[in-house]
Nanobody, 129 residues
Framework: QVQLVESGGGLVQAGGSLRLSCAAS????????MGWFRQAPGKEREFVAA?????????????GYGDSVKGRFTISGDNAKNTVFLQMNSLKPEDTAVYYC?????????????????WGQGTQVTVSS
């Protein structure tokens, strides 16, 4: 079993920044993918970003972003821990959502939420105009 705990959400004005963290614990075995998804009220869950860990170091070459966040959000990993970060810059009101961290226990990259095996409880991000 894998447990995921997100943190770093909050309220920010448009144009501002936030940094989300996701710490994984439990029986998590390399290789795996850690991803971020978000869900706004009345909308489907949306892929935000994902990063692959194929060795002890996070593989910066195996990163992907959703089209709506490219150039504004950056995903990264802590080599010493099973932790990933999502740096969100130039935030817009349409970025308002609950952000979820997820783990896919596979080496194969995916942007589909149904292919992720474990999920965190989510953290609220609200961007005011």
């Amino acid at each position: 079993q894998v447990q995921l705990v997100e943190s770093g959400g909050g309220l920010v004005q448009a144009g501002g920044s936030l940094r989300l963290s996701c710490a994984a614990s439990g029986r998590i075995i390399i290789p795996y993918i850690m991803g971020w998804f978000r869900q706004a009220p009345g909308k489907e869950r949306e892929f935000v970003a994902a990063i692959t860990r194929a060795s002890i170091s996070w593989n910066s070459a195996l990163i992907g972003y959703g089209d709506s966040v490219k150039g504004r959000f950056t995903i990264s990993g802590d080599n010493a821990k099973n932790t990933v970060f999502l740096q969100m810059n130039s935030l817009k009101p349409e970025d308002t959502a609950v952000y979820y961290c997820a783990v896919r226990t596979s080496r194969y990259y995916s942007t589909e939420s149904g292919e992720y095996d474990y999920w965190g409880q989510g953290t609220q991000v609200t961007v005011s105009s």
